[in-house]
């Protein structure tokens, strides 16, 4: 017989732990010095990453669960922000990376030597802007906006992987679709496609410099 609730105070409570949690430690308050801890680990971990890391990523990495690492991450950002110095720390592709803040740019270029990258052509570019804006789109319809044949520039921008299919279009011949990717966010610092800049504004994503 199952036990009266009123009798032994308790109530059964059920966790609902998704993929990303399994395997994590529980959330818990972390007292000041704790905090202090982590929130310097995580800054070593993405200092030395080369790539975006999650939230499960890091919380992985530094063996804490994941409400406490996306707190002290986003501080990490608001930190840096406020600093205005040279680095800062954002939200991109789904991860948190180091970037160089937009006011050194264009020095970073010429310390870099960034003018030996291979250049895009104005063709690939204006390719890469219409799925940018427009995705999922089929060659056809990219080759429709543009008015002229524009497979081999797909092949270009599938071999920088910026692009790559993503199924087929319901319609006879079944045309791939194409989309832009991870790679395509991180060359461009964006967080999602809602961040794309309005179309009037496009000269604001160098799309001619793409290693």
Do not use: C
Request: hydrophobic share 40%.
């Amino acid at each position: 017989m199952a036990e009266d609730k009123e009798q032994t105070g308790e109530e059964k409570v059920e966790l609902h732990i998704s993929g990303d949690d399994a395997g994590l430690p529980a959330f818990r308050d972390l007292g000041a010095e704790e905090m202090a801890r982590y929130r310097g680990l995580i800054e070593a971990v993405l200092f030395v990453a080369t790539e975006p890391q999650t939230v499960a990523m890091i919380a992985r990495t530094i063996n804490l669960d994941r409400v406490n690492t996306r707190i002290l991450a986003d501080s990490l950002v608001d930190d840096f922000a406020e600093r205005d110095g040279g680095i800062s720390l954002r939200e991109i592709a789904g991860g948190y990376q180091f970037v160089t803040s937009d006011r050194y740019s264009e020095e970073m270029r010429e310390i870099l030597q960034t003018s030996k990258r291979e250049k895009l052509s104005r063709s690939v570019m204006e390719t890469l802007a219409i799925i940018s804006y427009r995705q999922p789109i089929t060659l056809p319809e990219i080759e429709d906006v543009r008015g002229v044949a524009s497979r081999p520039h797909v092949v270009t921008l599938l071999a920088k992987r910026l692009i790559k299919p993503q199924g087929t279009r319901p319609v006879p011949g079944r045309p791939t679709l194409y989309v832009t990717t991870k790679t395509f966010l991180q060359h461009f610092a964006l967080n999602s496609l809602a961040e794309l800049p309005p179309l009037e504004e496009l000269k604001e994503l160098k799309f001619d410099e793409i290693e």
